[in-house]
């Protein structure tokens, strides 16, 4: 980490400044920032019927090949518990600094909660979890051609048995490329990185900060705990994010006039 960030000025205010008078902000968040929301990190135990299984071993396609109607029946129940939860302050203030800043917001959460808080233009490293697509199909799957299948087991396609599965990237899957690349860009582009929520562990989007690192940012990481990505840091903020982001990212010009 680069200490002279701490030798001067309180942290919270210096990065407030550089986030206020940023030329680029490339923003990325992880599962933390929606953890406030309610939305368990893969890090949080499970809880309820899925406490016994780890979610790391779900979210992959050797899972979903041994055996679909689990895997199915794991989203299905997250589906139905993220539907029911609100983008919480730090989704808000992030969706409310982008009518006035050059930003782009990269996430690798699935939960569609920047969307929701609206915030535009977000890259879902990692894709939607309210969307499903076609695994390995002929072309011409689609919802007229569905076998019929046991409850809790995922549609098939009947002219070529493809499964539809969730739109998500699993671990051990590639990242869209062009999604990818459009954020590698970005990040090397940008003056300021704000990286929020996230572990660091999950690669090609963990490399997303050294990018723009290597670039001349100044990177601001917000998470209550120790990451992989301090190292990278000029400020790390140990706090949560919901009630953070509100306090780092209202502009002290704008403050200051009102
Ligand atoms: P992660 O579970 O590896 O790490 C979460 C990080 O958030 C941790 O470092 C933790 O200290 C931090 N954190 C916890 N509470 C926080 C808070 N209130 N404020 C700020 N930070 C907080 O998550 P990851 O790094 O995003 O990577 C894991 C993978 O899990 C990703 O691929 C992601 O797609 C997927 N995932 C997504 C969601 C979601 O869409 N909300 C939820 C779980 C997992």
Same mark, same amino acid.
């Given at each position: 980490?680069?200490?002279?960030?701490?030798?001067?000025?309180?942290?919270?205010?210096?990065?407030?400044?550089?986030?206020?008078?940023?030329?680029?902000?490339?923003? +990325?968040?992880?599962?933390?920032?929606?953890?406030?929301?309610? @939305?368990?990190?893969?890090?949080?135990?499970?809880?309820?019927?899925?406490?016994?299984?780890?979610?790391?071993?779900?979210?992959?396609?050797?899972?979903?090949?041994?055996?679909?109607?689990? @895997?199915?029946?794991?989203?299905?129940?997250?589906?139905?518990?993220?539907?029911?939860?609100?983008?919480?302050?730090?989704?808000?203030?992030?969706?409310?600094?982008?009518?006035?800043?050059?930003?782009?917001? *990269?996430?690798?959460?699935?939960? #569609?909660?920047?969307?929701?808080?609206?915030?535009?233009? @977000?890259?879902? +490293?990692?894709?939607?979890?309210?969307?499903?697509?076609?695994?390995?199909?002929? #072309?011409?799957?689609?919802?007229?051609?569905?076998?019929?299948?046991?409850?809790?087991?995922?549609?098939?396609?009947?002219?070529?048995?493809?499964? +539809?599965?969730?739109?998500?990237?699993?671990?051990?899957?590639?990242?869209?490329?062009?999604?990818?690349?459009?954020?590698?860009?970005?990040?090397?582009?940008?003056? *300021?990185?704000? @990286?929020? #929520?996230?572990?660091?562990?999950?690669?090609?989007?963990?490399?997303?900060?050294?990018?723009?690192?290597?670039? #001349?940012?100044?990177?601001?990481?917000?998470?209550?705990?120790?990451?992989?990505?301090?190292?990278?840091?000029?400020?790390? +903020?140990?706090?949560?994010?919901?009630?953070?982001?509100?306090?780092?990212?209202?502009?002290?010009?704008?403050?200051?006039?009102?």
């Amino acid at each position: 980490m680069n200490q002279r960030a701490f030798a001067d000025g309180q942290p919270l205010t210096r990065a407030r400044d550089w986030i206020a008078n940023a030329r680029h902000l490339f923003v +990325l968040t992880g599962a933390g920032i929606s953890a406030e929301s309610g @939305v368990p990190t893969f890090r949080d135990a499970q809880t309820g019927l899925w406490a016994r299984y780890d979610p790391m071993q779900l979210a992959t396609p050797e899972a979903f090949a041994r055996d679909p109607g689990l @895997v199915w029946r794991w989203y299905s129940h997250r589906r139905e518990r993220v539907a029911q939860v609100e983008p919480n302050a730090a989704h808000f203030a992030l969706a409310a600094l982008q009518k006035h800043r050059r930003m782009t917001l *990269v996430t690798q959460n699935v939960d #569609g909660l920047h969307a929701r808080a609206g915030s535009a233009g @977000v890259i879902e +490293l990692h894709g939607n979890l309210f969307a499903d697509r076609w695994q390995h199909g002929c #072309g011409r799957c689609a919802s007229q051609v569905v076998m019929p299948v046991a409850e809790g087991e995922p549609p098939q396609c009947k002219l070529c048995g493809a499964r +539809l599965r969730p739109a998500v990237v699993w671990f051990g899957e590639s990242l869209p490329e062009a999604d990818l690349r459009v954020a590698q860009k970005a990040a090397a582009d940008a003056d *300021v990185c704000l @990286v929020v #929520g996230t572990s660091g562990m999950v690669y090609p989007a963990a490399a997303l900060p050294s990018i723009a690192a290597e670039h #001349g940012a100044r990177v601001i990481i917000v998470n209550p705990e120790r990451s992989d990505l301090d190292h990278d840091a000029d400020i790390v +903020l140990y706090r949560k994010a919901a009630e953070c982001l509100p306090l780092l990212l209202a502009n002290p010009f704008e403050a200051a006039a009102s």
